[in-house]
């Protein structure tokens, strides 16, 4: 299979990972193109050098925007309209009668937005709050796209540099944040992309949730990686704290957010087996 992959933070190890899978990659960059295996992408423009999408048989695209940061109005303006229209920039070149004919689009557990102790899965609805909404906008966006596409529902993908991995790994955030009741989704970056790939490659369409069967209390997840880092866990922080620093709505919606979800597509639908699907073993291979 021919996969074109866009850039982001998880492109080129993605693009890696079908390359060591057998498949011929090629890659959207948002530069100059560097060789055969690159073509320059403009996602704003909503340009991709020739010939486009028409000589692959899939298109991955995980370009988006980066959340962990103070909101105000310009933040969010940029976050939606830049996952929007990145979406939208990739479906205006696929054709349905084209070769292309497998689009897969990440997206994010953010979708479910805060949901305490209810169970989730792929079924389960857009939930409350501004991220989740804009989720919903960003897989509203793939939905255009005129062939068979997946939505790859992503939590904390761990080892990958970026999001919620890099901000919790050391500094303020590596303690408990808050009651530490919350419920934590997470995926090892080597099952994600594996699992990615077995999406891309099979026949489900619509969304599917890309993490590990086993998500975890804060406060568990917390202790498990100060036992994988051979370290006592870092000070709780209290929510007033990160209020102040970090303002209300990333607090709300993202840190003391509760999403308890359950992945039934992988296991289920695809067999998938995880190389790690245990947290303690996940964080042991990569701290």
């Known amino acids: 299979m021919r996969v074109a992959v866009t850039s982001g933070r998880l492109g080129e190890p993605l693009a890696a990972g079908f390359r060591a899978a057998g498949h011929d990659v090629v890659q959207l960059v948002e530069r100059e193109a560097s060789g055969p295996g690159e073509r320059r992408w403009e996602p704003e423009a909503g340009l991709i050098d020739g010939p486009g999408l028409t000589d692959v048989d899939a298109v991955v695209n995980v370009f988006e925007a980066n959340v962990w940061r103070r909101w105000n109005q310009s933040v969010r303006d940029q ?25 897969a689009n990440l997206s994010a557990t953010s979708f479910y937005g805060d949901r305490g102790e209810e169970v989730l899965d792929a079924d389960s609805g857009v939930g409350p709050g501004w991220l989740a909404e804009s989720t919903a906008a960003w897989e509203a966006a793939a939905r255009h796209a005129p062939v068979p596409t997946v939505l790859l529902r992503t939590p904390a993908v761990l080892g990958v540099p970026g999001g919620m991995w890099e901000h919790r790994r050391r500094g303020l955030l590596s303690g408990r944040l808050g009651h530490g009741r919350q419920w934590r989704t997470w995926i090892h970056r080597a099952d994600w992309f594996s699992a990615t790939i077995a999406l891309v490659t099979g026949r489900h369409e619509g969304p599917a949730v890309v993490a590990a069967p086993h998500p975890v209390r804060e406060s568990d997840f917390v202790a498990a990686v100060a036992r994988a880092r051979g370290r006592r866990p870092g000070l709780p922080v209290p929510e ?48």
């Open 240 to 287: 007033a704290v990160l209020r102040a620093r970090y303002g209300s709505e990333l607090v709300d919606e993202v840190m003391m957010a509760s999403q308890r979800i359950e992945p039934r597509v992988l296991p289920v639908e695809l067999g998938f087996a995880y190389a790690f699907g245990d947290l303690d073993a996940a964080l042991a291979d990569l701290v």
């Open 79 to 103: 976050v939606k309209g830049n996952q929007v229209t990145g979406s939208l920039s990739v479906v205006s070149h696929l054709e349905p009668d084209g070769r292309c004919q497998r689009y």
